[in-house]
């Protein structure tokens, strides 16, 4: 499976490095979300048609809900950079401190199910709503890193609900984490971000 994923990334990142500065089919009148939606969509589909020899395993709605959480990552934390002013350049260069994937890392060693909850107390999902300014509260921004406050506490309360729900829940590390392809994953979202003027500038510029 790791080699599988280290040809998902390799692929990712050619097609992160060609992306254009404004996609043909991002619709720059788009709400925000939707631009960050339809990139996540637009760059797995590019990973798929170029990347020939990817497995089928890896080309499922699982696999593009993933995508979809680390542009949505990028969605959120270019709203925070805009109420913290700063500029395009220092966000790139926030997201792409290690430290700034920490959460995410933190979110892809939970269980599914309550995965899910964290994702939706952050704002992550649903991906086809806006983020609602009272979501931004839950996440911080600075010129070091992005951070979702009280991570650890949140999970093990969203923990806690699910197993009064559904019983034990047994930890499902997220298999491209396991891998070590998530964090490179994340670094070609952030670079397909910052590299089109309807994402990250837009966002900044709004």
């Not at 959120?76 to 913290?84: D, F, I, R, T, V």
């Not at 350049?89 to 309550?114: Q, W």
Request: charged share 20%; net charge negative.
């Amino acid at each position: 499976m790791s080699h599988a994923f280290n040809m998902l990334l390799e692929t990712a990142q050619e097609v992160a490095s060609t992306w254009p500065q404004c996609h043909p089919e991002i619709n720059s009148q788009d709400d925000e979300h939707i631009k960050y939606l339809d990139a996540s969509e637009i760059f797995f589909d590019e990973i798929i048609a170029i990347g020939e020899s990817i497995p089928d395993k890896l080309q499922t709605q699982s696999a593009r809900h993933g995508m979809k959480i680390l542009f949505r990552t990028c969605n959120l934390a270019a709203l925070l950079a805009k109420q913290g002013g700063l500029n395009a350049h220092e966000l790139h260069n926030t997201l792409i401190n290690p430290l700034s994937f920490d959460g995410i890392a933190r979110m892809a060693e939970l269980p599914n199910k309550v995965n899910r909850r964290v994702e939706t107390q952050y704002g992550l999902t649903p991906y086809t709503y806006p983020i609602h300014e009272s979501q931004l509260e839950f996440s911080s921004i600075d010129e070091n890193h992005l951070t979702f406050k009280d991570i650890r506490h949140i999970s093990d309360v969203k923990r806690r609900e699910v197993e009064g729900e559904h019983g034990p829940q047994r930890n499902a590390v997220c298999a491209a984490h396991n891998s070590n392809a998530l964090s490179g994953l994340f670094l070609c979202a952030v670079k397909v971000c910052t590299t089109d003027k309807n994402l990250f500038q837009h966002t900044l510029a709004k």
